[in-house]
């Protein structure tokens, strides 16, 4: 990988667009520490060992800690896409036909995407901090509360969330990576020097003398269960099977067959992105009904089912990730459209026919390579909650290691598809050949 950046850094185009990402990024991190005016952050240290608050955080990407004016991060961006991409399954069918004009609809797809992300973002911040305010036992999070509070907050909160939204999106055209994954995953990073600091002190601060020892142990196990697990997962994340392609057309000096890869794991990180997101926006509403209906039945089953330090909503949220995996794979390969451009380019699968039962025999195919790519995100994310479960409730940062299994997915799958970008650039740029102008 460093192999790789300062190969990447001695080409002009490349390291603009590495130096852009970074400062586009250092923005966000700058916005994710200022604290949305009329609103006492310290209040949250309340609500700081809160499941909800914790997920919230990781969507955000590291702004909800101190309710910042990027607090809201991409998540409404993410609930928008999620329900547009649900709506174009023939659900809608002006969004079908604008998914089919190419180019010209995805403009079109987009530009609703974000009417819609402002509508979510407007309603999920208010949502957030009504929440936060009826959660918060001792001092108000907003120091002032009314209608006209609650408003501006979610105005300057909305106004964020479109910013860190476009931001976004100028990382995804002009530096490199998905723009959302890299918010998320600089959230991450940027947490994890305090997560260490909280489990150091917590193994080996705050402890009798006489329990030095299992800390040390548990300490050896957890370093043993990270290494094995961001082996096995960059394994699976790479994994492929190469379906075999036949050319009826031989062009001079063209291979008469080639191979279509498939990933085992097609939708890559995003499934785990959705779920986190889909699980935590229940969580903010219920949050604004905890004062007037805690203990009533209702609110009582709502609140286990999302939260995922529980057992009903630890299986709700590997369900989501599962089903999102079958959901996006499909999307992001789109057998359909495969099927009709092998046919255009005189290409076919051998021992299939081309047409519908290439599209068939590849649908069966990415069903079975989905089912092991969404078992297995399933269970990363699982394990660490599971867990999370059996840690002493004394332990405060060991309990946040429930949400470990969703940072290293995203930690990895983006590094990953980040290191496969600058492959990219880096093998284009030789065949540029001769009327390459880069230093």
Request: glycine share 8%; aromatic share 10%.
């Amino acid at each position: 990988m460093f192999r790789l950046l300062k190969k990447a850094f001695r080409v002009k185009s490349i390291r603009s667009k590495i130096l852009f990402t970074v400062f586009i990024l250092f923005i966000f991190r700058l916005g994710a520490h200022i604290t949305v005016p009329g609103v006492n952050a310290q209040a949250l240290n309340e609500l700081k060992d809160m499941p909800f608050l914790s997920m919230l955080n990781i969507v955000s990407g590291g702004g909800m800690q101190n309710l910042s004016v990027f607090a809201m991060g991409v998540s409404p961006g993410i609930t928008a896409s999620i329900v547009i991409q649900l709506l174009q399954m023939d659900i809608v069918p002006k969004l079908v036909e604008w998914g089919k004009q190419g180019e010209v609809g995805r403009k079109k797809i987009n530009q609703v995407t974000r009417y819609l992300t402002l509508v979510i973002g407007f309603v999920q911040s208010i949502a957030i901090v009504a929440g936060f305010n009826q959660l918060s036992q001792f001092k108000n999070v907003v120091k002032a509360p009314s209608v006209g509070a609650y408003v501006l907050i979610g105005v300057i909160l909305t106004a964020g969330t479109m910013f860190v939204t476009w931001m976004g999106e100028q990382i995804t055209e002009k530096g490199f990576g998905n723009g959302v994954s890299m918010i998320i995953f600089a959230g991450i990073i940027a947490g994890v020097p305090k997560a260490v600091k909280d489990l150091w002190e917590d193994s080996f601060v705050n402890i009798d003398s006489s329990e030095i020892w299992w800390s040390i142990l548990f300490i050896i196990v957890l370093v043993i269960a990270v290494i094995v697990i961001v082996t096995v997962t960059t394994y699976v994340q790479q994994a492929e099977r190469k379906i075999p392609i036949q050319y009826t057309k031989r062009v001079q000096g063209a291979p008469t067959s080639s191979y279509l890869p498939l990933k085992v794991n097609a939708a890559g990180v995003i499934p785990v992105i959705f779920a986190s997101s889909l699980i935590s926006t229940p969580s903010t509403i219920l949050a604004m009904f905890a004062k007037s209906h805690e203990g009533e039945g209702w609110y009582d089953i709502m609140s286990k089912v999302f939260n995922y330090n529980t057992i009903p909503g630890s299986i709700l949220y590997t369900v989501l990730i599962v089903a999102f995996t079958f959901f996006y794979a499909f999307v992001q390969v789109n057998p359909e459209k495969m099927a009709e451009n092998l046919q255009k380019q005189a290409s076919y699968i051998p021992r299939v026919r081309p047409g519908k039962p290439t599209e068939e025999f590849v649908s069966k195919l990415l069903m079975r390579l989905s089912t092991v790519g969404s078992i297995f995100l399933g269970l990363i994310a699982l394990l660490p909650i599971v867990a999370s479960m059996l840690i002493d409730e004394s332990r405060s940062s060991l309990k946040s290691l429930g949400l470990g299994g969703t940072s290293l997915l995203i930690i990895i799958g983006v590094a990953l598809e980040a290191e496969k970008q600058l492959e990219g650039l880096l093998l284009k740029r030789q065949y540029v050949g001769f009327i390459n102008t880069d230093d």
